[in-house]
């Protein structure tokens, strides 16, 4: 199979504007993420909306691609880019523009997923350590996912799932195997154009979280178990951080 990554970069960000031409020791932030995911995929093109965004990705020698403003996701700008990139790809992997730590190997286990010929898309989930902090899992800002026996996901939630009965919350992480989502996606080419012509769904705008529109219309989303973390940057306290751990 030919895998496309797709990296959406916008420069219009309500907390962090500008965020990936942010330098990183030397390298605008979305160059780091670019270098990563290079040597592991048959093709990567950044989709962006600003010609200074394009102007950055063009000097360092990777490929870009100009998008419409008015997406409302990154799925969405992925698909776009994808018509308007050469060459017959099988699955687009759309990754996050503001990761630049991701790791190569996340890529290949996501690949992985590819294999078995019924999946449609595919993500990553990764295990809550049993002794982090109970508060750590009880935050919205961080999707939880359940998976079938066939490490399908059945459902995404702010909230903690699932609730488990009889027990004090603060003894969950001993008792079940809860999963964090790491919000990467690939994707089968033909899916993308048609996932991104669905209307949003009830439970997606409940949560706010794009992936249950698909799970909702019936999509299969095969997921990668991960024991990495990614370490994505929001706000310029998280680039000092992440200067600080380059």
């Not at 049993?130 to 459902?155: G, M, Q, S």
Request: aromatic content about 10%; some cysteine.
């Amino acid at each position: 199979m030919k895998f496309l990554g797709i990296i959406p970069a916008r420069y219009a960000s309500t907390r962090f504007p500008g965020k990936p031409l942010a330098d990183i020791a030397g390298k605008p932030m979305i160059q780091r993420v670019y270098e990563q995911v290079a040597g592991v995929l048959d093709e990567v093109c950044v989709a962006t909306d600003d010609d200074r965004i394009f102007q950055a990705v063009c000097n360092f020698g990777g490929k870009a691609v100009m998008t419409s403003s008015a997406h409302r996701s990154g799925t969405d700008r992925c698909y776009e880019a994808l018509t308007k990139t050469k060459g017959n790809f099988d699955v687009v992997v759309n990754i996050q523009g503001d990761e630049p730590f991701i790791k190569p190997t996340q890529i290949e286990l996501l690949k992985t997923c590819f294999e078995d010929e019924r999946t449609q898309i595919a993500t990553l989930v990764k295990p809550f350590p049993e002794d982090v902090h109970f508060d750590v899992l009880f935050n919205p800002n961080t999707p939880k996912v359940i998976l079938n026996r066939n490490r399908e996901a059945i459902y995404f939630s702010r909230s903690v799932i699932p609730y488990i009965r009889g027990e004090h919350h603060t003894e969950w992480l001993k008792l079940f195997t809860f999963y964090k989502h790491i919000g990467i996606y690939a994707c089968k080419s033909d899916v993308l154009g048609e996932i991104t012509a669905l209307p949003q769904s009830p439970l997606e705008l409940a949560e706010s979280l794009e992936q249950l529109r698909w799970i909702e219309n019936g999509y299969t989303i095969k997921a990668g178990i991960t024991d990495e973390e990614t370490m994505g940057i929001d706000t310029p306290e998280d680039l000092e951080k992440a200067i600080k751990l380059l």
